[in-house]
């Protein structure tokens, strides 16, 4: 899975995961689902993303030096 493939997936898991959390637990994790929207909204201006950095020093990290 690229790197651009792995964002989109845990952005939407991240939304579908929120939207439940919002309807059936607080109508306060509606707020994680607008974090995630406006973390995505200005990453497509910035070309900054914050979970791309995070996957980097992770995931992807371990997957490019083997």
């Given at each position: 899975m690229s790197l651009?493939?792995?964002?989109?997936?845990?952005?939407?898991t991240f939304v579908?995961?929120?939207?439940?959390l919002g309807w059936f637990?607080?109508?306060y994790w509606f707020l994680f689902t607008a974090f995630v929207?406006?973390?995505l909204f200005?990453?497509?201006f910035t070309k900054w993303c914050l979970m791309e950095d995070?996957?980097?020093k992770t995931i992807?990290?371990?997957?490019q030096t083997a």
């Amino acid at each position: 899975m690229s790197l651009e493939h792995a964002i989109r997936a845990i952005a939407g898991t991240f939304v579908v995961a929120s939207l439940l959390l919002g309807w059936f637990v607080s109508p306060y994790w509606f707020l994680f689902t607008a974090f995630v929207g406006v973390n995505l909204f200005q990453s497509a201006f910035t070309k900054w993303c914050l979970m791309e950095d995070i996957l980097k020093k992770t995931i992807f990290r371990r997957r490019q030096t083997a």
